[in-house]
C-alpha cells in the first residue's frame, strides 16, 4: 500500500518514470527504485513541483532531482541513497541473523555529498535496519547515525554541504506477512552551517513529509 501510494502520487503529477518502474519490476534495481519513488513523492507530498536529472549527461555527477516549493519558491537538490545489507531484498550474501548490525553509512553519505548542486541540497537515507519498537533517539543506531554526520559535517570546523538529511527505516520486509506492521522511523538531521542557505520552512515541508509516511489517506484507493 505504501508504494502504490507513491506511485500513485507521482502519476497523479505526471512524474512516474517509465525507467524507475522497470528497475522496480526487477529484485536487483527494486530497493534502490523504490527509495527514489519514495524521495520523489515526498517532494511532491511536501508542496513541490519536481523534475528529474539528465541521466544522460556525463559532465557531472547529478543529484536525483531539482524541487521547487511552491509556498516560498525555494530550489532543492534531491539526492536518494539506500543501504544495501547481505541477504535483504535480494541483495547477495547471507543475512546476518546474530548480534546488532552496523548501520555502515559513511561511504554512501560521502558518495551523495560529493555530488555537484547548485541548490541547498537534501539527501534521504534508507538505512535497511530491522524494527525498532521505540523512539528514533532510543534505537541502537542512533549514535552510530550522528557520529557518522558529524564525520562529514560542520562538527570538524567545514561547512556542511547538505542542508537536510532525512534517515528512514521503513522495516516491513524483516517480517513475516502474518506479522502487523510495526510502522517506520524517520530521524531528520539539520545541516547547522551549511554552504547554500535555505528557507527553513522550505526544508520543514519535507522532514513533516517524511514524518507522516505510511499515513495513507482513508480516501487512497476509493474512485474519483
Given at each position: 500500500m505504501l508504494l502504490a501510494d507513491d506511485l500513485y502520487t507521482l502519476q497523479h503529477h505526471s512524474k512516474l518514470q517509465d525507467a524507475v518502474v522497470i528497475r522496480l519490476k526487477h529484485p536487483d534495481p527494486f530497493q534502490g527504485a523504490r527509495h527514489e519513488f519514495f524521495a520523489a513523492a515526498t517532494c511532491i507530498r511536501a508542496g513541490y513541483d519536481i523534475e528529474y536529472e539528465?541521466?544522460?549527461?556525463?559532465?557531472?555527477?547529478?543529484?536525483?532531482?531539482?524541487?521547487?516549493?511552491?509556498?516560498?519558491?525555494?530550489?532543492?537538490?534531491?539526492?536518494?541513497?539506500s543501504r544495501h545489507r547481505p541477504g535483504v531484498l535480494r541483495f547477495q550474501g547471507e543475512a546476518q541473523r546474530t548480534g546488532r548490525l552496523r548501520v555502515g553509512i559513511e561511504r554512501l553519505l560521502k558518495d551523495a555529498l560529493a555530488k555537484?548542486?547548485?541548490?541547498?541540497?537534501?539527501?534521504?537515507?534508507?538505512?535497511?535496519?530491522?524494527?525498532?519498537?521505540?523512539?528514533?533517539?532510543?534505537?541502537?543506531?542512533?549514535?552510530?547515525?550522528?557520529?557518522?554526520?558529524?564525520?562529514?559535517?560542520?562538527?570538524?570546523?567545514?561547512?556542511?554541504?547538505?542542508?537536510?538529511?532525512?534517515?528512514?527505516?521503513?522495516?516491513?520486509?524483516?517480517?513475516?506477512?502474518?506479522?502487523?506492521?510495526?510502522?517506520?522511523?524517520?530521524?531528520?538531521?539539520?545541516?547547522?552551517?551549511p554552504q547554500i542557505e535555505a528557507v527553513h520552512g522550505a526544508l520543514m515541508a519535507i522532514h513533516e513529509a517524511a514524518s507522516k509516511y505510511g499515513m495513507i489517506p482513508n480516501t487512497f484507493g476509493e474512485a474519483s
Open positions: 539528465d541521466e544522460g549527461d556525463n559532465s557531472r555527477r547529478h543529484p536525483e532531482l531539482i524541487a521547487t516549493h511552491r509556498a516560498t519558491g525555494q530550489r532543492i537538490a534531491v539526492e536518494a541513497k555537484q548542486v547548485l541548490y541547498p541540497y537534501v539527501s534521504f537515507f534508507d538505512l535497511n535496519l530491522p524494527p525498532f519498537p521505540g523512539h528514533a533517539f532510543q534505537a541502537p543506531w542512533f549514535e552510530e547515525v550522528g557520529n557518522s554526520v558529524a564525520k562529514i559535517g560542520s562538527d570538524n570546523g567545514r561547512q556542511d554541504a547538505f542542508n537536510l538529511i532525512v534517515f528512514i527505516n521503513p522495516p516491513d520486509h524483516y517480517l513475516d506477512n502474518e506479522i502487523p506492521s510495526p510502522g517506520g522511523t524517520t530521524l531528520s538531521c539539520f545541516g547547522r552551517n
